[in-house]
């Protein structure tokens, strides 16, 4: 398994209140697969891809990523692993508003080992005409290009996607469907993607449906949809 996660636990502290988020969650994929979580608000499913990817961390459990346990790295390594490792895509597109588009994508290639050619991630998001734009020159579905582009320009084991399509229409929404499929196929990058939308399930080698804290369903797909059927 590329990606195991078990019996993963992780609680909040606000006050005098704890709020068990995870539940001694499990999943597993595997190298060059997309996984769908999918659930409800509040169910926990940022926080379980933020551990994940090296952003937050756990109380207990284990996290295996291509046979390192982050669980049990220090800060520092983890910063590494995060770094050479993760891409994340979130929705709110997060790019740096007075960096143009070229740049935004520069700043991460810049910290990596073995970055792929900025102009060449432009060109496969579709978006290397519009390299010398700043972001607020673009439409959200664009916005969304570029920071898939800065995601895989570092060429990540692991792409980790918060709801990508959540503030898109439903067209664009299938175009950048589409676009994380195709990185899949020509990147064999492996994908994990948060989404409350249960049609975009069916894009999904495996489908983990989270509710208050704790995976209650996995399902594994045995045909796969291409994006562009995907219909809500
Ligand atoms: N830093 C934090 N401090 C305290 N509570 C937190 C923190 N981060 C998340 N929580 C709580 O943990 C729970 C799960 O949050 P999480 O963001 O993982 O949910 P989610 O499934 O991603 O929800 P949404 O679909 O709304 O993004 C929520 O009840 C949230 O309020
Ligand atoms: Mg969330």
């Not at 490792?85 to 508003?97: A, S």
């Not at 020159?137 to 582009?149: F, P, T, W, Y």
């Not at 503030?167 to 899949?184: H, P």
């Not at 196929?185 to 894009?203: E, R, V």
Request: proline content about 3%.
């Amino acid at each position: 398994m590329f990606l195991k996660v078990e019996n993963l636990k992780k609680s909040y502290k606000t006050g005098d209140i704890t709020t068990q988020v995870l539940k001694g969650v499990g999943m597993d994929l595997s190298k060059g697969e997309i996984g769908v979580i999918l659930g409800p608000s509040g169910s926990g499913k940022s926080t379980l891809l933020n551990i994940i990817g090296g952003i937050d961390r756990c109380d207990s459990g284990t996290v295996l990523v291509d046979n390192i346990e982050i669980t049990k790295l220090n800060d520092n390594k983890l910063t590494d692993y995060r770094r050479e490792n993760i891409g994340f895509i979130f929705q709110f597109y997060n790019l740096i508003p007075n960096l143009t588009v070229g740049e935004n994508i520069e700043v991460v290639s810049n910290i990596s080992k073995t970055p792929l050619n900025t102009d060449e991630v432009l060109k496969a998001v579709g978006m290397l005409d519009k390299k010398h734009r700043f972001p607020k020159e673009l439409s959200g579905g664009e916005q969304q290009r570029v920071s898939i582009a800065r995601a895989i320009v570092k060429n990540p084991k692991l792409l980790l996607c918060d709801e990508p399509t959540g503030a898109l229409d439903f067209v664009t929404s299938r175009e950048i469907l589409k676009l994380l499929q195709q990185i899949n196929k020509d990147f064999g990058t492996t994908i994990l993607m948060i989404t409350h939308n249960s049609a975009i399930s069916a894009m999904a080698n495996r489908v983990y449906k989270v509710r208050s804290g704790e995976i209650v369903e996995s399902i594994i797909n045995s045909t796969i949809m291409p994006a562009e059927r995907i219909e809500w």
